[in-house]
């Protein structure tokens, strides 16, 4: 052998070596190394083997050579180890799990911010001693429209507007049917809400959706007045929009209230002065409400000469749009993740 050739034997191992340790990742690997170069069958062993071939006044320097690399790799093997330290040899398992670690969080859902004005609407009638009904999607034409005093021919009723299952029964078109079945119940006074889906055959548009939410309110006692009425509705949009907001009503035709009133809020936004969400009104037109019309007591069974209702029903998507800015009502049921995420 000479001198060129035995000093790139020891080059060669060397770099092939550290090439080799770049890719050791865990404990096993790292031996399987350690017995490649020093193991009895080795490199290095290997590379001793090869010092018959040396001329004898070579031979010293070459065997401090390969003692050199001999030693160069056990050191680099041993810091190898080390990094492996104390846990590692854990990490190499499959199964292990380092409990110091942030947890993943897990996406878990909310409330749709329909849900949300819902309970809200529901607190703040709690909270003013209103009794909460659950309701009928399902409903006959008599608690819909005949009792509500809704007339045979009222253009409401026509299958173009409401769904019909049979010629008696429907998808209900509004909550005020609920009045006509608090009232049924015979208990007097009577405070109640009652809030949840109504059905139209109505085009979607931005305003418009076949299927949307009310919450309808009643009122039946011996002296209740449209004063109250306008409390009642000042406590429950106040508290809705966090401020305190005024209304106002305008006449208007219902025909199971008299009289009856188209509803409006002083605009929460802009404190009245004008702005794109009121289109500089100051006013926010938000539902219908009045007096119950003295003949729908009478359909009931109360006597109107003793007992007096005011009662009103507004579209919660229409509070929802309003108090989150949303204007248009189709993305409340695209179930588009990025929409609802931001409520
Ligand atoms: N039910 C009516 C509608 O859906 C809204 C309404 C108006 C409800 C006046 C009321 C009321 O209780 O008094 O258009």
Request: with cysteine; proline share 3%; glycine share 8%.
């Amino acid at each position: 052998m000479d001198d060129v050739h035995k000093t790139n034997a020891i080059k060669e191992l060397k770099k092939e070596f550290e090439t080799l340790t770049e890719g050791i990742h865990n404990k096993d690997e790292l031996e399987r190394l350690k017995v490649k170069f020093l193991g009895r069958k080795g490199e290095i062993r290997s590379l001793f083997g090869k010092m018959k071939d040396v001329a004898i006044e070579q031979k010293k320097e070459f065997g401090a050579g390969i003692n050199d690399l001999k030693g160069f790799v056990e050191r680099r093997l041993q810091s190898l180890l080390d990094s492996f330290s104390v846990g590692s040899s854990e990490k190499d398992n499959k199964n292990y799990c380092d409990l110091t670690l942030p947890g993943i969080n897990f996406s878990i859902g909310h409330q749709h911010p329909v849900t949300q004005v819902i309970d809200d609407l529901l607190e703040i009638f709690r909270s003013l001693n209103f009794d909460v009904l659950g309701g009928m999607e399902i409903e006959d034409t008599f608690h819909n429209f005949d009792a509500l005093n809704i007339h045979k021919w009222h253009p409401s009723r026509n299958a173009q507007d409401t769904f019909y299952l049979d010629p008696e029964h429907i998808l209900r078109t509004q909550t005020s049917a609920m009045q006509i079945r608090a009232m049924e119940s015979g208990k007097l006074p009577l405070r109640i809400i009652t809030m949840g889906r109504c059905y139209r055959r109505d085009a979607s548009d931005a305003t418009h959706y076949p299927v949307f939410h009310q919450i309808e309110g009643l009122v039946v006692d011996k002296n209740v007045n449209f004063c109250d009425l306008s409390g009642i509705l000042t406590e429950m949009m106040t508290g809705v929009f966090g401020k305190r907001v005024e209304v106002r009503f305008q006449p208007s035709y219902f025909p199971f209230v008299e009289p009856g009133a188209e509803t409006f809020i002083s605009c929460p936004f802009c404190n009245q002065k004008g702005c794109s969400i009121c289109q500089n009104t100051g006013v926010i037109e938000l539902g219908g409400s009045g007096m119950v019309h003295p003949q729908v007591l009478r359909n009931v069974g109360i006597d109107p000469k003793v007992y007096r209702g005011f009662a009103f029903g507004w579209g919660i998507e229409r509070i929802a749009m309003l108090k989150y800015q949303i204007n248009d009502i189709r993305l409340f049921y695209e179930n588009n993740i990025n929409f609802l995420e931001q409520f």
